[in-house]
């Protein structure tokens, strides 16, 4: 799901492809059983293929994360008023393309929300990873790649083609660039990232490998008061606020199937062994079920209130979505109920994320700063009266 490097590539849903790369020739239509939609209108009946690409793409650019996109989920919602919006899906994985058929209304898809493409890893539930729309349908008299370049589906067509394109993030040092920021408080400046010249970063684990961290102030330090106004932007509030950005292409397609948010750690560095554990509330956008999304997730960050409580913490966003709606009832033309799907910051979620080599999707956050923790005994307690140069 992550980065700028995610090539665009097209997904073939087909009847027939003359090309010698199909995983499976597809089943013939003729020995198919005619379909209708609930009020008597023809479904047309499309095989599922990927033709003349490779689906393996890299999440990351290091070529130590590659991965392979391993399920999909189409959905086609009925344009025409007599269909009452019912939506038309089908699932399958790389094992199965070719095996299976969508049947869907013969009319215009012409927008994200008629038609789209999920694509991502297998899981419970499967990881989004790239969204595609609809740009291209063929027939046998017009087979792919010389296509009409139509989004409209009719008793001949064949082959609908979908470009597919990934989520980004990237969460840096860098201030001005980075997809993770913390916006308030206003006063200090001290912690919003845009004051910052570049956020620090730090090797938690002594490997060389280091990670951007976002320093927050200390327990105590700020009290909650609620005062976010997503329509009064830049955030000139009191409590500490961060904003985390995700680019979804074709966002108007998807909407939440639930709650969002992020789930907390806390991290150990140096010798604290434990970190700190932060609460973070989703602000906005709504996490009711059907709320539309833009890729924009503003959420209140509480510290612990207890004094010296500091340290390092980490925070992992998931975000619920389905295609088209929040539905989930079984497309009964194709045997596929709704899937959710889970938008994360990487394929590695709860793993600390240091840029866009990384499939780690954990922001680290430094809670009362970032220093690493040293071991100071009790000296009192253990009879010595230390002296210093």
């Known amino acids: 799901m992550k980065r700028k490097f995610f090539a665009v590539f097209v997904l073939l849903l087909a009847v027939m492809l003359v090309t010698c790369d199909l995983v499976e020739q597809p ?75 969508i049947f869907v209304p013969q009319d215009d898809y012409p ?3 008629d038609a789209i493409l999920f694509a991502g890893i297998n899981g419970s539930p499967p990881t989004l990873l790239a969204v ?11 087979p792919l790649p010389t296509g009409t370049g139509t989004t409209t589906i009719d008793g001949d067509t064949t082959t609908v083609v979908f470009e ?69 932007l830049p955030y000139a509030g009191n409590d500490i606020m961060g904003h985390y950005q995700i680019t979804i292409p074709h966002s108007t397609g998807m909407v939440l199937q639930g709650v969002w948010g ?32 833009d890729g924009n997730f503003y959420f209140r960050i509480n510290v612990p209130g207890v004094s010296g409580n500091s340290g390092l913490s980490k925070i992992y966003i998931t975000v619920p979505v389905y295609a088209i709606n ?30 866009p080599n990384s499939a780690g999707g954990a922001v680290l956050l430094g809670v009362g700063g970032h220093v690493k923790p040293t071991y100071e005994p009790d000296w009192a307690n253990v009879g010595i009266t230390p002296s210093f140069p």
């Open 326 to 355: 929040s539905t989930s009832t079984s497309d009964n033309k194709n045997g596929t109920t709704a899937g959710t799907w889970n938008i994360r910051g990487g394929t590695s979620n709860a793993t600390l994320d240091n840029g």
């Open 262 to 293: 992020f789930q907390s750690a806390g991290q150990p560095y140096g010798t604290d062994d434990t970190g700190v554990t932060v609460t973070v509330t989703p602000i906005y956008p709504a996490t009711a079920a059907g709320t539309s999304i």
């Open 27 to 101: 089943v013939a239509s003729k020995a198919d059983v005619p379909k209708f939609t609930d009020d008597g209108r023809p479904l047309v009946g499309l095989s599922i293929n990927v033709g003349n690409v490779s689906i393996s793409r890299a999440l990351t650019s290091g070529p130590a994360t590659q991965t392979a996109v391993d399920y999909y989920e189409v959905a086609f919602k009925d344009p025409n008023p007599l269909g009452n919006n019912h939506v038309y899906r089908k699932a399958f994985t790389t094992a199965t393309i070719g095996s299976g058929k």
């Open 164 to 232: 597919l394109t990934a989520l980004t993030n990237a969460v840096s040092t860098n201030s001005a660039s980075s997809t993770f920021k913390i916006i308030g408080p206003s006063a200090p400046t001290d912690y919003k990232t845009v004051s910052l010249a570049s956020v620090p970063a730090i090797d938690v684990f002594e490997n060389t490998v280091l990670y951007p961290v976002f320093d927050l102030p200390g327990p105590g330090l700020h009290t909650p008061a609620d005062d976010f106004d997503h329509s009064s």
């Open 111 to 113: 927008a994200d929300t």
């Open 132 to 142: 595609g729309h609809l740009i291209n349908t063929a027939s046998v008299a017009y």
